[in-house]
C-alpha cells in the first residue's frame, strides 16, 4: 500500500501544550498536505508542503517533510479546544494523480 | 459556490439491496473520487475519475461502480449491498495535477446495510 501512515493514533495533552503528530509514507511524493476532520464533518485542508520544501508555517501550524526518511511532522502550538478533532495526511505521487490518505491521528484537547 | 454536495446523508439498506450515492461539484474540477471511512481506518479510496468519460479504481473498489458523464457529476453505484459495506462515504473533487492542488469533501454519507 501507498498509504501514509499517522503516529501516534491517538493524543491527548493539555490546552496550552504543543502536539506533534508524524506521518510516514512508502514512496516518493510529489508533495504531502495535512487535513483535519471534526466529529462527523468531511475533512478540510489545512497545509501542503512540497517535496522539494523542508519547512512550511501557517498560523500556529509547522509542517516539515524529511525526504530521505519518508517522513513529515505536523506540529500545533499553543494548542485549544478547538483544536480537537482528526489529523490526517495524504500523499500526492508523481506518477499518479490519485490521493492516498492515512488512518489519522485523533487529538484531544484537555481544558 | 456550494462546493462539494454529497446526497443522502444518511441511508438504510436492506442486504442485497441497490442504491445510487450522488455527489456534485460546481467548481469546475476535472478530479473527483470517492473514499470510505471505517472506525479506525482512515479514508479508503474506492474510484477516482480525472476527468470526464475516465475512471479508475482506488485501494477498495469491489462492489462499487462509477460513471463520470459530467464534469459535475460523479455518482457511487453499489449493486449489491453488504453488511461489510456500511460506513461513512466521502466525495472529494480537486483540480487536476500530480496532486498539488487541495482536496474538498462533500459533508459525508452515512450508509448502513442491514
Not at chain 1, 495526511?89 to 490521493?99: D, E, L, P
Not at chain 2, 441511508?11 to 470517492?34: F, I, P, R
Request: charged share 15%; aromatic share 8%; proline share 3%.
Amino acid at each position: 500500500s501507498q498509504q501514509g501512515e499517522e503516529d501516534p493514533q491517538a493524543l491527548s495533552i493539555q490546552e496550552g501544550e504543543n502536539a506533534t503528530m508524524n506521518c510516514s509514507y512508502k514512496t516518493s511524493i510529489n508533495n504531502l498536505q495535512w487535513y483535519r476532520q471534526n466529529s462527523g464533518r468531511g475533512l478540510v485542508h489545512l497545509i501542503l508542503i512540497r517535496s522539494n520544501e523542508r519547512e512550511k508555517h501557517s498560523g500556529r501550524l509547522r509542517v516539515t517533510l524529511d525526504t530521505s526518511k519518508k517522513s513529515s511532522s505536523l506540529l500545533i502550538t499553543a494548542s485549544r479546544a478547538a483544536d480537537t478533532a482528526s489529523y490526517f495526511c495524504a500523499t500526492g505521487y508523481s506518477s499518479a494523480s490519485k490521493i492516498i490518505f492515512g488512518s489519522g491521528t485523533r487529538l484531544s484537547i484537555r481544558p | 459556490n456550494a462546493g462539494v454536495t454529497q446526497t443522502p446523508k444518511f441511508q438504510v439498506l436492506k442486504t442485497g439491496q441497490s442504491m445510487t450515492l450522488q455527489c456534485a461539484q460546481d467548481m469546475n474540477h476535472e478530479y473527483m473520487s470517492w473514499y470510505r471511512q471505517d472506525p479506525g481506518m482512515g479514508l479508503r479510496l474506492i474510484h477516482y475519475s480525472v476527468g470526464a468519460g475516465i475512471t479508475d479504481q482506488g485501494e477498495v473498489p469491489n462492489g462499487y461502480n462509477v460513471s463520470r458523464s459530467t464534469t459535475e457529476d460523479f455518482p457511487l453505484r453499489l449493486l449489491s449491498a453488504a453488511p461489510s459495506q456500511t460506513s461513512v462515504y466521502f466525495c472529494a473533487s480537486r483540480q487536476n495535477g500530480q496532486g498539488g492542488n487541495t482536496i474538498y469533501f462533500g459533508e459525508g454519507s452515512w450508509l448502513t446495510v442491514v
